[in-house]
């Protein structure tokens, strides 16, 4: 069984690379408290989700999703997430992710 | 043992028979050892079972100036247990050797019945030893002090114990009151899924069989589902995983059954109006990141055919005489985002057909290695199940499930077989 969730930030000049990894899901809701800390980013910065090394996320884990693109367009941040595989990719598949998300595969 | 002379007098007294010159108070605080922390302790009652006279004094003595006034004594072992019981002491100051009485044996005793398992007991004891220590924690001391005593340091060890019983109380009290309250939360949230003979009923008037399972993996949970008939031929069947967990989860349930409550019949015909105008209306009220997965079908008598929509729900399951099908549950979360839409999608359930509906609690459980059952594991854990009990394969499913993955899950756990007749 993989961990908790955790993250690690890849920073460019004018992009940002939060890179998901291990369970997410309800209980990491602190964990996701930092990684939205990490969008304190000037207006027009991009914002990546990799999620290629998440293993699994339950519908608690879509709601830190949706907080984070919510987050971005309040801060006028360009949001996208990319790198879904296996049960991450069905959910965000079966929740219609790709009508309200930008997804950059 | 010299138990008396080895109590040291306190600074200010004459260490006679009488306290004199009682320290000026104005309150607790006003002597250098009536320390203004924590809980005040004018409230709490303390026992002293000393069998010399002097020491019972003494002790009282430095129980006043921490503010104590509520005092009783006892000279025995069975003076001991009288007042424990008369007096219901929130703390017992215990001699651990004394002629008439085994401080050490009474103390041991004490902890051995359930009334006063909890009761700080502080023993002093003029032996210092490590040994003698051993064995006074052994009997289930709560602290220990050592002869002669310090007034500073007796004062600071009675109010350390009396303020953690206090919080400990509460804390209890506290943790009672929830329960209470969400063993009530969790009866309200069973009502809120059709009750069994009406279910029953229901199934009988329309040639259907059902089974259902409902369970929250806490007191109270997200998950809710409902059936009711309309038209005379169909029958709606409505399930919901609210996210999350717990109470907030709970009162989202509640949220969504009373809007679904409101909505007129005419308007349960089309499940994807339904869940538009559901989705609508959960957007307005609930928080960002919280919403719903749901699955909404009609079953239609009159030709036998199933009409639903979803919203993000795992895949139900149907079965055919050409086996285990799932069916395409995919779209926008319930309550995420403003302008979803939804799609209806038709597919025949014919006589013997069934579908199986169930919640993540169900296809997410994790065996004790840690691995996942996953929508396919469950796939193949309902044809196994149908394969051992046609008649009744939800029970059949149930004790599997449980068999590998334990009774207690982390989610909760919806699951529906209904059977057309």
Known sequence: ?105 | MGHARAMTAAPGTDGGDTPTRPPPRTGAGASVYGMELGIPLDGCRVLIADDSAFNRRTLTRFLQWAGITQVAFAASAEEVMERLESFAPDLLLLDAAMPRMDGIGVCRSLRGDPRWRDLPILMQSALHSDQMRTVCFSAGATDLIAKPINPGECIARVRYHLERRSMVRELRAFHKRVERDLRQARAMQLALVPEEAELAALAERNGLAVDSVFRASDEIGGDFWTAFEFDGTRVGIFAADLSGHGIAAAINAFRLHTLLTRTPPEEMRDPAGLLRQLNGRLCEILPLGQFATAFYGVIDRADDTLLYAAAASPSPLLATSFGFQPLDASGPLLGAFGESAYTNRRVPLRRGDALFLYSDGLSEARDAGGAMLGEDGLLRLAERAAADAPDRPLPALMARHAAIHGERLTDDVTALWITLR
């Open chain 1, 1 to 105: 069984m993989s961990a908790a969730m955790d993250f690690s930030v890849r920073e460019a000049p004018a992009s940002t690379e939060i890179v998901l990894s291990g369970r997410m899901t309800f209980a990491d809701h602190d964990t996701f408290r930092d990684v939205i800390a990490t969008f304190e980013r000037p207006a027009g910065h991009r914002m990546v989700f990799d999620l290629s090394r998440l293993d699994f996320v339950d519908s608690s884990g879509l709601g830190m999703f949706i907080i984070a693109r919510d987050t971005a367009q309040r801060r006028n941040l360009d949001f996208a997430i990319r790198g879904a595989r296996d049960e991450v990719r069905r959910l965000i598949t079966i929740a219609k992710f790709h009508t309200m998300f930008n997804i950059a595969d």
